[in-house]
Antibody, heavy 120, light 108 residues
Framework: QVPLQESGPGLVKPSETLSLTCSVS?????????WSWIRQPPGKGLEWIGY???????NYNPSLKSRVTISVDTSKNQFSLKLSSVTAADTAVYYC?????????????WGQGTLVTVSS | EVVLTQSPGTLSLSPGERATLSCRAS???????LAWYQQKPGQAPRLLIY???SRATGIPDRFSGSGSGTDFTLTISRLEPEDFAVYYC?????????FGQGTKLEIK
């Protein structure tokens, strides 16, 4: 098992920056895996945000790229998400997940998710 | 960007019946890079199938995946009460991920 746990504010004001952290326990973030963020607006489907490798290599969804930064802190076994200039459309459950690069780059472990509401 | 279209949007079946869920891609997807997930209300998605046809750890053998190119299928051979949920397909190609919109499997 590679438990993942998201943490961060549940409420963010419009135009501000959403910040979340994913803590990885039960395994090192310094592995062959990549680490990803995925979100799900209430009642809707899943949207991939981006991923990071422990070296700092990143890749983002082009639709969000201008507003997203994913970073990693190997000393804390954590990775983080920052999404700037948020609007109500960014209200969603945000999941962190592990990418299993040994197979087909699927998401094999997920955090429980954290709801972030954008509202004044 | 590869668009994944799942059908049907909602599938109403009874326990014990067979479920067939479809995922069609707008362009060819490498079979190694097609996965299926199950999501129950209030829970994170759970990986069921990877590489189009390989079951993830702990997934019962009533779940099976098949397909190639642009057409993929998830089959549940005999529905159990705990199988009623939303199912998503997902692909990875050109360093980008996309998900289908989901199929809701509901009890008839």
């Amino acid at each position: 098992q590679v438990p993942l746990q998201e943490s961060g504010p549940g409420l963010v004001k419009p135009s501000e920056t959403l910040s979340l952290t994913c803590s990885v326990s039960g395994g090192s973030i310094r592995s062959r895996n990549y680490w990803s963020w995925i979100r799900q607006p209430p009642g809707k489907g899943l949207e991939w945000i981006g991923y990071i490798y422990y070296s700092g290599r990143t890749n983002y969804n082009p639709s969000l790229k201008s507003r997203v930064t994913i970073s990693v802190d190997t000393s804390k076994n954590q990775f983080s998400l920052k999404l700037s200039s948020v609007t109500a459309a960014d209200t969603a459950v945000y999941y962190c997940a592990r990418v299993d690069t040994a197979m087909g780059w699927e998401f094999d472990y997920w955090g429980q998710g954290t709801l972030v509401t954008v509202s004044s | 960007e590869v668009v994944l279209t799942q059908s049907p949007g909602t599938l109403s079946l009874s326990p014990g019946e067979r479920a067939t869920l479809s995922c069609r891609a707008s362009q060819s997807v490498g079979s190694s890079y097609l996965a299926w997930y199950q999501q129950k209300p209030g829970q994170a998605p759970r990986l069921l199938i990877y590489g189009a046809s390989s079951r993830a750890t702990g997934i019962p053998d009533r779940f099976s995946g098949s397909g190639s190119g642009t057409d993929f299928t998830l089959t549940i051979s005999r529905l159990e009460p705990e199988d009623f949920a939303v199912y998503y397909c997902q692909q990875y190609g050109s360093s980008l991920y996309t998900f289908g919109q989901g199929t809701k499997l509901e009890i008839k």
